[in-house]
């Protein structure tokens, strides 16, 4: 009994390292737990505000592409100056929506909306996203918005200005991109954990792919306001050659 009593109240060194380490994992669990909660604390959104703000900027990179077909229509009918005035339209806001006025005035309209569906966007990401990347996003998309309404109401003011429309056109995709791109890192999918990073060299051919993109982007803006699409009459070749003869800017473009 006595020894039953001596081996309970002194335990063996395994006995206590056992226990030890009992105790180490006890502890490692709860501070497991304690980060986990952290953690779930910690996260950018909440589920109800996560969505709501993935579906809203889904609606505005719909919305945005819908405005992109307007604008090509806009240019694509010669109404680019079938309303003279800008903000408004002859004076009104809603003018007699016939001949061009029809596409001009939509294409502002539908302007108007998205500008809209972007102000509170951004203000939304700021307010409820706590990712400094998508609020700075967020932002970025407001500015590009603003700047581009007012390279539109240049355009008309001035009578379509090569650079002016050309800068107009560029500004369109690239606020689409960035709306795609709020979209796109708003969704659950893009909050959920990664089984492995992407290599390096991905990201340098996602940038030179992007820059490439970017710049025949400027070039069919060039080609398609300066009028030159058809200063190359065959296809593939140009006039028979690989390299046709740069005598005109038209061709060059």
Same mark, same amino acid.
Request: charged share 10%; proline share 7%.
């Given at each position: 009994?006595?020894?039953?009593?001596?081996?309970?109240?002194?335990? %063996?060194?395994? @006995?206590?390292?056992?226990?030890?380490?009992?105790?180490?994992?006890?502890?490692?669990?709860?501070?497991?737990?304690?980060?986990?909660?952290?953690?779930?604390?910690?996260?950018?959104?909440?589920?109800?505000?996560?969505?709501?703000?993935?579906?809203?900027?889904?609606?505005?990179?719909?919305?945005?592409?819908?405005?992109?077909? /307007?604008?090509?229509?806009?240019?694509? +009918?010669?109404?680019?100056?079938?309303? #003279?005035?800008?903000?408004?339209?002859?004076?009104?806001? =809603?003018?007699?929506? *016939?001949?061009?006025?029809? $596409?001009?005035?939509?294409?502002?309209? &539908?302007?108007?909306?998205?500008?809209?569906?972007?102000?509170?966007?951004?203000?939304? %990401?700021?307010?409820?996203?706590?990712?400094?990347? *998508?609020?700075?996003?967020?932002?970025?998309?407001?500015?590009?918005?603003?700047?581009?309404?007012?390279?539109?109401?240049?355009?008309?003011?001035?009578?379509?200005?090569?650079? *002016?429309?050309?800068?107009?056109?560029?500004?369109?995709?690239? =606020?689409?991109? /960035?709306? *795609? %791109?709020? &979209?796109?890192?708003?969704?659950?999918?893009?909050?959920? #954990?990664?089984?492995?990073?992407?290599?390096?060299?991905?990201?340098? /051919? @996602?940038? $030179? %792919? +992007?820059?490439?993109? $970017?710049?025949?982007?400027?070039?069919?803006?060039?080609?398609?306001?300066?009028?030159?699409?058809?200063?190359?009459?065959? $296809? #593939?070749?140009? =006039?028979?050659? /690989?390299? #046709?003869?740069?005598?005109?800017?038209?061709? @060059?473009?």
């Amino acid at each position: 009994m006595s020894r039953c009593r001596h081996r309970i109240a002194a335990p %063996t060194a395994t @006995a206590l390292r056992a226990g030890v380490g009992w105790r180490s994992e006890a502890a490692t669990g709860s501070d497991l737990s304690g980060r986990g909660t952290a953690v779930a604390r910690s996260d950018p959104m909440s589920p109800r505000s996560g969505s709501g703000l993935h579906r809203l900027a889904v609606a505005t990179a719909g919305a945005t592409l819908v405005l992109l077909f /307007l604008g090509g229509l806009v240019t694509s +009918t010669g109404s680019g100056l079938a309303v #003279p005035d800008w903000p408004l339209s002859f004076g009104q806001v =809603f003018p007699p929506m *016939v001949g061009g006025v029809l $596409f001009e005035h939509g294409h502002r309209l &539908a302007a108007t909306a998205v500008g809209c569906l972007t102000v509170v966007l951004a203000l939304w %990401t700021v307010v409820g996203d706590a990712r400094a990347s *998508v609020r700075a996003l967020g932002l970025l998309a407001l500015l590009a918005v603003v700047l581009q309404g007012l390279l539109g109401g240049i355009t008309v003011l001035y009578k379509l200005p090569l650079a *002016v429309s050309v800068t107009h056109a560029c500004l369109a995709q690239t =606020f689409f991109c /960035l709306t *795609v %791109t709020l &979209a796109l890192v708003t969704s659950p999918a893009w909050s959920a #954990p990664r089984p492995r990073r992407s290599p390096a060299a991905l990201a340098v /051919l @996602a940038g $030179f %792919t +992007t820059a490439a993109v $970017f710049g025949q982007l400027v070039l069919g803006a060039l080609m398609r306001h300066m009028h030159a699409g058809l200063a190359i009459p065959d $296809f #593939p070749l140009a =006039f028979g050659r /690989l390299v #046709p003869p740069l005598v005109t800017p038209y061709i @060059a473009v």
